[in-house]
């Protein structure tokens, strides 16, 4: 007896000293976006629809917090089929050998301004790099059924080539095809596991 006592002091102990939620991300409610230059005259946009991932939010140390993500390259949509097509095929993602992007985090600092930077590592087509997420997450709210929810935003820039993604086309003016520098932003919303 006392030392299931003693067990159960001690997994109590333990729960009072974590504070860690654990957060699913919703699919049905998350897209990842990315911008890219096209000519050097216009951004030219396209999303994946199939993100999924959990995140420990530590309530009383964020910095604690971790966050882990994928998202199905099966999923890109430009809008247009003949592009999404090119994106998917060996000359970019390659989705024949690479199906998954994903991000793993290291750390995470609070910002100035109250934001997050997450730090983790972002594998693309096989690279693995280390990127910083800015991060903005809202309150979390109940929704209509009885779930507790976040939304949230990540933003980040990275350079396709330091991924292997190196396919481009030359202009007649001695410009490229399409820019190295990528921007993205992932709109996501978490539910709280029960």
Request: charged share 25%; net charge neutral.
């Amino acid at each position: 007896m006392k030392k299931i006592l003693s067990g159960f002091f001690m997994v109590f102990a333990l729960a009072a000293v974590t504070h860690a939620t654990e957060w699913n991300i919703d699919n049905d409610h998350t897209n990842a976006f990315f911008s890219v230059k096209h000519m050097m005259i216009a951004d030219v946009q396209g999303m994946f629809s199939e993100v999924t991932g959990v995140v420990s939010l530590d309530e009383k140390d964020v910095t604690k917090s971790s966050v882990s993500a994928v998202i199905d390259v099966s999923s890109l949509n430009t809008g247009v089929a003949a592009r999404d097509n090119h994106l998917k095929s060996a000359d970019f993602f390659d989705l024949a050998k690479y199906q998954k992007i994903t991000f793993v985090s290291k750390r995470v600092s609070v910002n100035k301004d109250k934001s997050l930077s997450v730090t983790g590592d972002l594998t693309i087509h096989g690279v693995t790099k280390e990127t910083v997420l800015w991060v903005d997450l809202s309150k979390a709210i109940k929704d209509p059924w009885g779930n507790t929810r976040m939304g949230g935003r990540a933003e980040t820039i990275i350079n396709r080539k330091d991924f292997g993604i190196v396919w481009n086309g030359l202009l007649e003016n001695g410009s490229v095809l399409v820019g190295d520098e990528v921007r993205i932003v992932i709109d996501l919303e978490l539910i709280l596991k029960k």
